[in-house]
């Protein structure tokens, strides 16, 4: 009914940019709305998922560097990151709650060393 795939992460250097890509796909994404609800989350090693960008709003962490957009004729969500940190190495996950069901992808695996 719903997948999502994630793909760009990578090897960066502090200071780097990176540019994820989610590309949605199945019949929720049919539904009015849907497509607008998906949003971004990370989990560090041994650490929380924790929230990182939606629709208007970013986690204060990211917030101007970090920009969320989509493409709507290939249903795909991105997510550029500027300015990239140590702090922000990290599994990114696409995500989208829906009808109280949350529906993950399988993550992109973000790296920022020097």
């Known amino acids: 009914q719903v997948q999502l795939v994630e793909s760009g992460g990578g090897l960066v250097q502090p200071g780097g940019s990176l540019r994820l890509s989610c590309a949605a796909s199945g019949s929720l994404f049919s539904t009015r709305g849907a497509f607008h609800a998906v949003d971004w989350y990370r989990q560090a090693p041994g650490k929380e998922r924790e929230f990182v960008a939606r629709r208007y709003e970013y986690a204060p962490s990211v917030n101007d560097r970090f920009t969320i957009s989509r493409d709507n004729a290939k249903n795909t969500v991105y997510l550029q990151m500027n300015t990239l940190k140590l702090e922000d190495t990290a599994r990114y996950y696409c995500?989208?709650?829906?009808?109280?069901?949350?529906?993950w992808g399988q993550g992109t695996q973000v790296t920022v060393a020097s």
């Open positions: 995500h989208i709650a829906w009808d109280g069901v949350h529906y």
